[in-house]
């Protein structure tokens, strides 16, 4: 009756019933689901009565004798549907909110890993340039050091003498 190829004057309500249908279809093959669906709706019937209750003794407080729901069953339909309805909406938006809380929590550790990676590459990196520039290092250093020794010498053979004082003998006392 919903199939698209059937109804070829609403073909758009007819594929978005068909959708419906086989969504409906899928979920009541998994027995998971409909183990939550029925969990869903022993709630809803625990919740009607606990309201349904609250009402009644509003009721007698204002000395009515009864209730709209109790004498009219479109009201109670209304009422009951209006329960359950808001229950499976509130199951979907916790079901949302924890796929959505699942989904940062993953981004979060894969950025994590990405950090880790980047840092870890990074240290590579500068480990590699640190190696490639120690023969650089090592050369600066060598030839600081035979400057160093060549002023030396430098000071040593110049022509211009500097007076040396003699050097001081302790006493020797007997």
């Known amino acids: ?10 073909r758009e309500q007819a594929q978005k019933a068909f959708e419906a249908v086989s969504k409906a279809n899928k ?6 689901e409909v183990k ?9 019937e625990a919740t009607i009565q606990l309201k349904l209750k609250e009402k009644r003794k509003e009721a007698k407080k204002l000395s009515m004798d009864t209730i709209e729901e109790d004498t009219d069953p479109e009201k109670f339909c209304k009422f009951k549907r209006a329960i359950t309805a808001k229950l499976f ?21 894969r950025e ?9 590459k990074a240290k590579k990196e ?9 023969n650089e290092r090592v050369d600066s250093w060598r030839n600081f050091q035979t400057s160093k020794k060549k002023k030396k010498k430098d000071k040593s053979s110049s022509s211009m003498k500097t007076f040396k004082p003699p050097s001081l003998k302790p006493e020797k006392r007997i």
């Open 27 to 32: 979920i009541l093959k998994d027995p998971d």
């Open 36 to 44: 939550k669906i029925k969990h869903i709706l022993e709630e809803a």
């Open 89 to 109: 909406a509130d199951y979907e938006i916790r079901r949302l909110q924890l796929e959505e809380r699942t989904q940062t929590e993953r981004k979060r550790e």
């Open 126 to 134: 500068w480990q590699k340039q640190w190696d490639e520039g120690r």
């Open 112 to 120: 994590a890993e990405i950090a880790v990676e980047e840092e870890v």
């Open 1 to 10: 009756m919903v199939h698209p190829d059937k109804n070829f004057e609403n």
